[in-house]
């Protein structure tokens, strides 16, 4: 399984973010994470994608608070731990970039997560 790092600096085709996703989103159905625990968390997430071209420093900083909610949930709920996990290391590698490039790795935070909550859902993640 490739590492969050190869995912966000490489893998220009994809393919490598989707098995991670289809592998991680197993796991969070194995873990019993619902779709609504996932949800509240995307709902904010795409919030952050709407401010990113207009207000940059703004999404970045709704980018960086994530971290903290998801150690919130992640101590009210220990399911949200490997979610946590992994979006906590895309993070900061969307953080590690500057200009263009930070961009893409938005892009391909949002791709991975997308991804995994699409994953949840065709595996049966609970409700």
């Known amino acids: 399984m490739s590492d969050i790092a190869t995912i966000m600096k490489s893998d220009p085709s994809g ?5 991670f ?3 991680t989103a197993d796991q969070l159905v194995h873990h019993n994470l619902t779709r609504a625990q996932i949800r509240n968390i995307f709902t904010e997430v795409r919030k952050i994608e709407a401010l990113w071209d207009n207000r940059h420093e703004d999404a970045l900083r709704r980018l ?3 971290k903290p909610k998801l150690d919130y949930a992640t101590a009210r709920n220990n399911s949200v731990q490997l979610l946590r996990d992994v979006l906590g290391k895309a993070i900061d590698e969307v953080n ?3 200009g263009g490039e930070r961009d893409k790795r938005f892009q391909k935070f ?3 997560f997308e991804a995994i909550l699409a994953y949840h859902r065709a595996r049966g993640g609970r409700s």
């Open 64 to 66: 960086n608070m994530l």
């Open 15 to 19: 393919a490598e973010l989707v098995k």
């Open 96 to 98: 590690a970039a500057e």
């Open 110 to 112: 949002m791709d991975l």
């Open 21 to 23: 996703a289809e592998q």
